[in-house]
């Protein structure tokens, strides 16, 4: 990572809410050709938010998704970890997070620029066009949703206040997935913890990001909820 | 708040969800007059009592179908669309 060193403008892509991290304090690094929120305060602190209640900027990491009938078979070819019911999501080593939302559309979140370029290569192998399902399609993500990360003991409870679906951890398990509306706007949500810490991936659509962080910051004021970077994630995760 | 339950999402709050109208049978696109291509397409029976009915989950864009007492407006009961429709209808291009 270069700390310092990386500017969201001179990046070809950066999050729809760069400027709100920048006066949030955040230093960027690279994933692929996106500008992304690496962090905020010192490691130690961006630790204690993780476990309270913290946010991260997800928005600029590698997303691909695919739409119809035919397509679980057709990734499930191509080495892909399949969810088995709707709704839910199974961790892929080589892809990131699948989440299966419905029973024929599939959305892979990535976590780095390693599983940023396997989407590529899988994307790529779409568009040769060998043995594609008649009715699929192929769904370029990475541009049009906001993604924001909400982690920590209080993140169910903020979600509470803006999502009427019930998304505490003891209903709505790991790795679970929901589409619905958060604070009136149409959402996915995934859970997925960090090292045994409550996490959830909200989506949106990109031109919602702004208003979005607005709504959440907001409700996280409460519980005194801060932003970390994909750093601290990443160090987590292990 | 009123309650939709979604085959495929489960219990949602009715904000999530759009009325599609009445279920009913497609009259055939190429030998149907006018008329009755318009009474397909826009007007309703208007029933008081249990209808059946398309309704779309917008957060999923997911279309099902719903039985509903449109007096009461209590739901009996919600399934997929492929309980009713087991074959995608191909349209044959028209060359008048």
């Known amino acids: 990572m270069n700390q310092n060193t990386v500017t969201p403008e001179a990046q070809p892509y950066r999050s729809f809410v760069y400027r709100q991290l920048q006066a949030a304090g955040a230093h960027f690094s690279h994933c692929r050709q996106a500008a992304i929120a690496a962090g905020y305060a010192g490691a130690d602190i961006e630790q204690a938010r993780l476990q309270r209640l913290a946010l991260a900027d997800l928005s600029p990491l590698p997303r691909l998704g695919f739409k119809g009938v035919g397509v679980p078979a057709w990734l499930q070819g191509q080495g892909v970890n399949m969810p088995e019911t709707a709704n839910t999501a199974v961790a892929d080593p080589q892809y990131g997070l699948v989440a299966r939302l419905g029973y024929n559309e599939l959305l892979l979140l990535g976590r780095d620029a390693a599983q940023g370029d396997a989407q590529e290569r899988l994307a790529a192998t779409w568009q040769a066009g060998a043995d594609i399902p008649a009715q699929g399609n192929l769904l370029l993500r990475a541009h049009s949703h906001a993604c924001f990360g909400l982690y920590g003991a209080f993140a169910d409870q903020v979600l509470a206040k803006l999502c009427a679906v019930d998304l505490r951890p003891r209903t709505f398990a790991q790795h679970a997935a929901a589409l619905t509306s958060v604070a009136r706007v149409g959402a996915i949500i995934i859970r997925d913890d960090v090292a045994g810490v409550t996490g959830y991936q909200l989506l949106v659509d990109g031109s919602y990001a702004v208003y979005l962080l607005d709504c959440l910051s907001d409700a996280m004021t409460e519980f005194d909820g801060d932003f970390i970077g994909l750093d601290t994630l990443a160090a987590a995760a292990g | 708040m009123k309650i939709m339950p979604c085959p495929l999402n489960g219990p949602r709050n009715?904000?999530?969800?759009?009325?599609?109208?009445?279920?009913?049978?497609?009259?055939?696109?190429?030998?149907?007059?006018?008329?009755?291509?318009?009474?397909?397409?826009?007007?309703?029976?208007?029933?008081?009592?249990?209808?059946?009915?398309?309704?779309?989950?917008v957060a999923s864009g997911y279309w099902?179908?719903?039985?509903?007492?449109?007096?009461?407006?209590?739901?009996?009961?919600?399934?997929?669309?492929?309980?009713?429709?087991?074959?995608?209808?191909?349209?044959?291009e028209n060359n008048e």
């Not at chain 2, 006018?34 to 008081?48: G, I, K, M």
């Not at chain 2, 009461?72 to 919600?78: L, P, Y």
């Open chain 2, 14 to 57: 009715i904000a999530e969800f759009v009325c599609g109208g009445e279920v009913k049978a497609m009259p055939h696109p190429s030998q149907a007059g006018d008329a009755e291509w318009a009474d397909y397409l826009f007007l309703e029976d208007n029933t008081l009592g249990f209808v059946t009915e398309w309704w779309l989950h």
């Open chain 2, 64 to 92: 099902f179908i719903a039985e509903r007492h449109t007096a009461s407006n209590e739901i009996i009961r919600t399934y997929p669309a492929s309980e009713l429709f087991s074959q995608r209808v191909e349209f044959q």
